[in-house]
């Protein structure tokens, strides 16, 4: 839809001349490779099409000819080379047609118009900061009164707002847009967040719908963790004061006394349709027929079929009354995977059909999954990355640098995170706080944040070794799930933290490596924050911490004004 003002019809020659003078400084002026010709459209297309076909068929007789003389190819007549042209001539004036963005640059304004150089986009006061050049570059430029049209149909409701990025072809532009027309909607200013500086491409269609700028989150780093005899620098997304410097010290821990030590337990990613049939035994057949260890071979080649990395595990089957649930694990290779084993699911639900043609697919997801929710089944069977990490913390760093005591830690742990949880009947939360790291990390590496609930089941457990002079802590996690490939890891900040933990895309010569990497490393990492906010508890520093850094002196309200 072509939304631009069109000038009005000139009264005089002076104000033609004056009009073309302005249309030729102007961005529409830029030459496309349809103006080649001062023909019709469709003319212009006939005769580069029709050179090109016929140039090519003689060129191809020519040579055919010099071929059975002998001729050498590069020896050219006349007619050969001007054949030869015409050829390069209509192959890019076709591509250009087709817009190519490539050869469109060959016919640039700055190759044909003598003209002073476009104006820079407009830059609305309520989007800072300002664009950058690579950003010019790669937008062509607005004017004012193009975007206030816009907004306008925004506003009336004449163009969709979802609609703005297909209509457009300019992700940035319409993100603008949008952005314009929720502030004149809402009367509500947006300034604080900025606009320029993201690539809306790359959201574009797989993370993120209809958006109007991003957050900040600023990211720390810990470390270096020393985890199976490795040491990672462990980016964490967060503004929560004390975090990362509490994380830190834990890492410091864990260093000065060797170092810890994890353990990948299982790896499969579950999903659970749910079935109904007209009768509960009919229900009960299909459960043992799932069951049945001689079917499994048979169903595991329908569900792989799905992808070449999804490989079928288990299937758990639990009824309700004539309702089946279907729990379907299996491994996913490096990606997260709910998507992958969904398809796989849809497979054999499609192959079981046709033994059982009663049966009443409700849903893809019963939540016997269970994803993004706190569920027994994920904390007793697990789900994705099933991982335990330990240490054994030294007597003398526990005074030196955790300052505390051996005993101290071990009844704060048994009253607080294991009695206590028990107490308020939490599940999977028998632990200090290990959704602070699982969420910092996961935000950090691109991960969903949403799958922080399972993600953060964890046990900490801590006793007292060699002659009680030391301190083992363990955490036990059974449901981290983790992604290196898909969604938002391929963005570029997470993209770049993923890189630095050494676990960036998939794993060629060993699928699925990269991902468990990462959930072992944010086992390691919830180690060294549960041991170090422990510590502080125990030594009752923890208010005074939060105090120093945690608390800010500036006055909020003059910044927002």
Known sequence: MDIRRRPSKPTNSLHHQ?????????????????????????????????????????LLNRWRDKIRTSTPLHVLTLSELVAILSLIASFIYLLGFFGIDFVQSFISPQSFVLSPSPPPPFTSPISSPSP?????????????????????????????????????????RAASVRRQAIQRTTGKSLSGMPLYGFDY????????????????????????????????????????????????RGC??????????????????TRAPVVRFPTAK???????????????????????????????????????????YIRFSCSTGDAMGMNMVSKGVQNVLDFIRSDFIDMDVIGISGNFCSDKKPAAVN????????????????????????????????????????????????????????????????????QDPAQNIESSHCITMMEAVNNGKDLHISVTMPSIEVGTVGGGTQLASQSACL????????????????????????????LAGELSLMSAIAAGQLVKSHMKYNRSSRDVTKLAS
């Open 18 to 58: 004056q009009n073309k003078n302005k249309s030729s400084s102007s961005p529409s002026a830029i030459p496309k490779a349809s103006d080649a010709l001062p023909l019709p459209l469709y003319l212009t297309n006939c005769i580069f099409f029709t050179l090109f076909f016929s140039v090519a068929y003689f």
């Open 132 to 172: 950058t050049p690579e950003l010019m570059d790669h937008h062509p430029p607005t004017t004012l009164e193009d975007d206030d049209v816009l907004v306008n149909s925004v506003v009336s409701g004449e163009t969709p707002s979802y609609s703005l990025e297909s209509t457009l072809g300019d992700c940035l």
């Open 201 to 248: 491409e790359s959201i574009l269609g797989q993370c993120c719908e209809m958006p109007v700028g991003y957050v900040q989150i600023p990211v720390g780093i810990v470390g270096p963790l020393l985890l199976n005899g490795c040491e990672y620098s462990v980016p964490m997304a967060t503004t929560e004061g004390c975090l990362v410097a509490s994380t830190n």
């Open 252 to 269: 410091k821990a864990i260093y000065a006394s060797g170092g810890a030590t994890g353990i990948l337990l299982r790896d499969g990613m």
């Open 282 to 324: 009919r229900a009960t057949d299909l459960k043992f027929f799932l069951e049945n260890p001689l079917n499994f071979d048979t169903l595991a080649l329908v569900f792989n079929k799905s992808s070449r990395f999804a490989r079928l595990q288990g299937i758990q089957c639990s009824i309700a009354g004539k309702n089946l």
């Open 379 to 446: 904390w007793i069977e697990g789900r994705g990355k099933s991982v335990v990490c330990e240490a054994t913390i030294c007597e003398e760093v526990v005074n030196k640098v955790l300052k505390t005591t051996v005993p101290a830690l071990v009844e704060l742990n048994m009253l607080k995170n294991l009695t206590g949880s028990a107490v308020a009947g939490a599940l999977g939360g028998f632990n200090a706080h290990a959704a602070n790291i699982v969420s910092a990390v996961f935000i950090a590496t691109g």
């Open 499 to 526: 890189n630095l933990l050494g676990v960036k895309g998939a794993n060629k010569e060993s699928p699925g490596s990269n991902a468990r990497l990462l959930a072992t490393i944010i086992a390691g990492s919830v």
